[in-house]
């Protein structure tokens, strides 16, 4: 079983919207921290966004004013709005939680990831 699983990538035109969901899965206790990580070929992962379980976030620089990180603790659930796309954000987005499951020590899981191309 994948414990997080992302869903929203795909082709988008510079200036459109997407929306990414990754929802966790399995006999979850708690989940600490979520957030949308990227890999643009040739670079290094970068943070995009982060939440707490209390909903306080966090932007890299690069997507403040155009990306908002919401979460549903009821869903196990994280969301990334990510608005006036550029071919810049084009990129592997991957999902990152800290998740407490029953019987197990908190571990910093990985979403297996999904692409976002912004292009015309």
């Known amino acids: 079983q994948v414990p997080l699983v992302e869903s929203g990538g795909g082709l988008v035109q510079p200036g459109g919207s997407l929306r990414l969901s990754c929802a966790a899965s399995g006999d979850i206790f708690s989940i600490n921290d979520m957030g949308w990580y990227r890999q643009a070929p040739g670079k290094q992962r970068e943070l995009v966004a982060a939440?707490?379980?209390?909903?306080?976030?966090n932007y890299a620089d690069s997507v403040k004013g155009r990306a908002i990180i919401t979460r549903d603790n009821a869903k196990n659930t994280v969301y990334l709005q990510m608005n006036s796309l550029k071919p810049e954000d084009t990129a592997v987005y991957y999902c990152?939680?800290?998740?407490?499951?029953?019987?197990?020590?908190?571990?910093?899981?990985w979403g297996q990831g999904t692409q976002v191309i912004v292009s015309s």
């Open positions: 990152n939680a800290e998740i407490l499951y029953h019987g197990l020590d908190w571990y910093d899981y």
């Open positions: 939440i707490t379980n209390r909903g306080s976030t």
